[in-house]
């Protein structure tokens, strides 16, 4: 797989640009500021439909402008496909495949595959856990893009829910009322909170199905990843203790677990009991009575504090240098090096299911020692394509040359 046009309208810090683009190694190159990253960045909405970045799509429109359009020409298996999105802030995003509209922007989900490493990846180890759920489910839709859908019904779901406790816990005695935005959201007012329990044994229901879809899929994709992991890793840092991978569920029966190691508090907080799943992939069912049982079991919790506190959304991944959680204890060197594994055990296992995955490394190079330089230079020349991004020409590693753009002043320029 490899992009072989890259056209961008109105995009970040582009009115307009047109990138001829080939298999092997392309690096754009120019002084930071210049809109490097902006082009690797549209290449990325086209994968996920989301930005590394940003967490809404307003940045993305160049100012002034109503809207930004991306088109891409991706080619796999000798067939080319035109994607077009349309990026309308406020407002409905539109696609196009082939020139003809789709009826939903993620439907073109699974037509591009790519892998990214950026300096923000060492969040993955040193960040919350929201980063990590994240890199699981973006890894799970770019796998199946059917997840994209269970992850937005599960998001929908936990949203009403959300509402509906909070509209709860306002409407007891001795708290104000819930406030007219509140009630819309939960449907119900709160001259009617007595009716919430029966109307949130509703939503238990739906939440445990769309959640236990999710964490079955991300037991068996943690699963899978664990030797990756290891693998990449022992050859980013071989002198450092062995990475390992588990995933922490936040469910309170129903399922065989082990105790969590110990680590930093994170700043989320925390569901208790919480544990490594000690299994490898959970039957749905069985997750779905787990979580409908959990939910049970904090109800009371739940109402007072006014949030769900149980289900995948609090979930995490957790991250280990031999018996120590990576997190708090790994050097700068070991957390860069852990989080480049996780980004290359995804391109092993995206390669191994259907074709290289387009490999975007964004400003890396500069981050790494001249040993983790070479070797993560080594590793990823054989892909399909490789697309970098740096600050001058020596941050790319020799074993990388091939086409290069110079990027200055808002305009690509092909110097070989």
């Known amino acids: 797989m490899h992009v072989a046009h890259l056209s961008l309208t109105d995009f970040r810090s582009y009115s307009s640009v047109e990138l001829a683009l080939e298999p092997g190694v392309t690096a754009f190159v120019g002084p930071n500021g210049q809109g490097k990253t902006n082009l690797v960045e549209a290449l990325g909405y086209v994968a996920t439909l989301g930005s590394f970045r940003v967490a809404t799509d307003a940045p993305l429109v160049r100012q002034g402008a109503a809207r930004a359009i991306i088109r891409s020409v991706v080619v796999r298996d000798d067939r080319r496909a035109l994607v077009e999105l349309e990026i309308n802030p406020g407002r409905a995003n539109r696609a196009r495949l082939n020139r003809s509209p789709v009826s939903r922007p993620r439907d073109i989900l699974g037509l591009l595959r790519t892998v990214l490493f950026a300096p923000e990846d060492l969040s993955l180890v040193k960040g919350d856990p929201a980063d990590r759920r994240r890199f699981l489910d973006d890894l799970l839709v770019a796998r199946a893009p059917r997840f994209a859908g269970v992850r937005a019904d599960y998001e929908r779901v936990l949203k009403q829910r959300g509402a509906l406790l909070r509209s709860a816990m306002q409407a007891r005695p001795g708290r104000r009322q819930s406030s007219r935005r509140q009630e819309a959201e939960a449907g119900f007012s709160a001259a009617g909170a007595g009716d919430a329990l029966s109307t949130l044994e509703v939503w238990d229901a739906h939440l445990a199905r769309h959640g236990a879809e999710l964490l079955a899929a991300r037991l068996q994709l943690v699963t899978a990843l664990r030797p990756l992991v290891a693998k990449a890793y022992a050859l980013l840092a071989p002198s450092s203790a062995p990475a390992d991978i588990e995933y922490r569920h936040t469910l309170s029966t129903g399922l065989a677990a082990a105790p969590e190691a110990p680590g930093p508090a994170s700043h989320e907080p925390a569901t208790e009991p919480s544990a490594v799943l000690d299994v490898a992939a ?135």
Do not use: N
């Open 282 to 416: 959970a039957d749905r069912s069985v997750l779905e009575e787990a979580l409908r049982a959990s939910l049970l079991e904090v109800r009371q919790a739940e109402l007072e504090r006014g949030v769900t506190l149980v289900g995948p959304h609090r979930d995490d991944l957790l991250l280990r240098l031999g018996e120590l959680p990576a997190r708090g204890y790994a050097s700068h060197g070991e957390s860069w090096s852990f989080a480049l594994s996780l980004r290359l055990a995804a391109y092993d296992l995206l390669k191994a299911e259907g074709g290289d995955p387009v490999l975007i490394l964004d400003d890396v190079f500069a981050e790494l020692d001249a040993r983790r330089r070479r070797s993560l230079a080594d590793i990823v020349a054989p892909a399909e394509q490789v697309l970098i991004t740096a600050a001058v020409p020596e941050d790319v590693p020799a074993q990388l040359a091939g086409a290069r753009f110079d990027v200055a002043e808002g305009s690509v320029t092909r110097v070989r």
